[in-house]
């Protein structure tokens, strides 16, 4: 305390040796501050109380129990298997009649039965003890008046409990430490199964990206290998022959061959190209990819066409003609004619031949790049995920040391005395009260 009466806050503990018989062979003593004022008390007892292995819970007869401190055993010792306990009723001397003092005594002892104690059998949880009155009969050295004030049959009760849990202080704490693995086990496993669910909802959102863009990575190929079959089978010879081979050639006759290419034939191409240009460019835009050079359109060179020589007549053919109208002039200009113009088609074939087989080339080498294009890139897992899939391994991993824990075989009492011992106790009990008597 400071000079003004109140706590010091720099002041967490004081330690007092004091030369009792209590206290030997490493016996400590806490007296713990009260609950409910600060919370830094509040954490100070719920600390300590998991270290000792005797809990006295001091009681005033004037007010034994409150709801708060029935609250707090349940929440503080029972659920945390502490189970070590004994209750002293003070100041009951205070109180002014006998009626009274009854009712109090029975009222606190009906409420403590109903507390599950680890005490040895025989041994009582309630102890009535007048401090003060106590006190004073020590102090005048009034035997019977020590011992009404109940502090012999309370001391000795120590003693004789002091003896015995020596014996099985692993097995006591081991019972707390259990108690709070199962509470402990419960906290981690709701988390963990929130962890789990919240994972799996993850997992489901990803998944059914993934399939969607799966899906639309099909629709977007398929429908990219429609339209270069397409423009392929435009490309056929057969088709290009059918479809160019004469207008090809008559340009060629007419010396247009350059204004046929560059606008009917052309613009065929163009239309080819952009179909299929535009869906793989909108799929790279979709998927994210860089968009691939365009589709290469190389034309050969205008046509060389090797005309065929003319047919002279020879004497006989013109003499004929004198007579029959020209005839043979006639029929060697049209044989002249036919060769000409199968000179002109070879050409347009050849033509086309050589602009087919450059464009497949080209398209073949565009097919191959857009294949790795046209890509759904599987997105990765979010590091938030990551991270709960590292605390729920570490989760995992507590409730597998808990499990560990819980599976130690423990007495659920540990007191199992056979009459032998008992007497051997009870010699012990009465021992402890003469030597306090005599002191």
């Known amino acids: 305390m400071n000079r003004k009466g109140k706590r010091r806050e720099d002041v967490i503990s004081v330690e007092v040796f004091y030369p009792h018989k209590l206290l030997k062979n490493g016996v400590e003593l806490f007296d713990l501050p009260g609950t409910n004022d600060r919370e830094e008390q509040d954490t100070l007892v719920r600390d300590k109380l998991l270290q000792v292995d005797l809990v006295i819970q001091i009681l005033n007869a004037r007010q034994p129990f ?42 606190v002892y009906s409420t403590t039965k109903t507390f ?34 109940g502090i012999i049959t309370f001391e000795s009760t120590l003693f004789t409990i002091i003896s015995v849990q020596k014996e099985k202080t692993n097995q006591t704490r081991l019972l707390r430490v259990t108690a709070i693995a199962s509470q402990v086990k419960s906290v981690l496993q ?38 270069v079959k397409t423009y392929r089978n435009w490309l056929s010879l057969d088709t290009l022959v059918a479809s160019y081979q004469t ?75 004198i007579f029959n109208g020209g005839a043979n002039r006639r029929k060697l200009d049209k044989e002249y004619e036919r060769k000409k113009w199968q000179a002109y088609k070879t050409a347009a074939y050849n033509y086309l031949s050589k602009f087919r087989t450059d464009t497949l080339a080209s398209l ?68 402890n009260c003469l030597f306090l008597l005599l002191q």
């Open 66 to 107: 409150t709801q708060g401190e029935k609250e707090t055993l349940h929440n503080w010792l029972f659920n945390r298997g502490i189970k070590t306990i004994i209750f002293v009723l003070n100041r009951m001397n205070e109180l002014e009649s006998k009626d009274d003092k009854n009712e109090v005594y029975n009222d």
């Open 247 to 321: 207008n090809a050639a008559q340009a060629l006759e007419t010396g247009s061959f350059n204004n046929w290419q560059n606008s009917k034939f052309q613009s065929t191409i163009v239309n080819y190209i952009q179909s299929i240009e535009n869906w793989v460019n909108q799929s790279c835009d979709e998927f994210q990819k860089s968009r691939p050079n365009r589709i290469k359109i190389s034309f050969p060179s205008c046509p060389h066409v090797s005309l065929p020589k003319r047919q002279e007549r020879d004497f006989g053919q013109w003499f004929g003609d």
């Open 116 to 149: 599950e104690s680890d005490l040895p059998p025989g041994f009582k949880k309630l102890y009535r003890v007048d401090a003060l009155p106590a006190i004073k009969a020590q102090q005048e050295r009034n035997i019977w008046k020590i011992i009404t004030s």
């Open 364 to 431: 073949n080498k565009y097919e191959k790049t857009v294949e790795s294009l046209i890509v759904f890139t599987i997105p990765p897992e979010s590091s938030t995920v990551i991270q709960k899939r590292y605390y729920l391994n570490d989760l995992n991993s507590s409730l597998n040391v808990i499990q560990d824990i819980e599976s130690l075989k423990i007495e659920t009492n540990i007191y199992r005395l056979n009459w032998l011992k008992r007497f051997k106790f009870f010699l012990l009990f009465c021992k």
């Open 190 to 227: 709701k988390k963990a199964n929130n962890l789990t669910k919240e994972i799996k909802d993850a997992e489901y959102i990803r998944n059914a990206v993934i399939e969607k863009g799966k899906q639309r990575e099909e629709y977007l190929r398929k429908e990219f290998k429609r339209r």
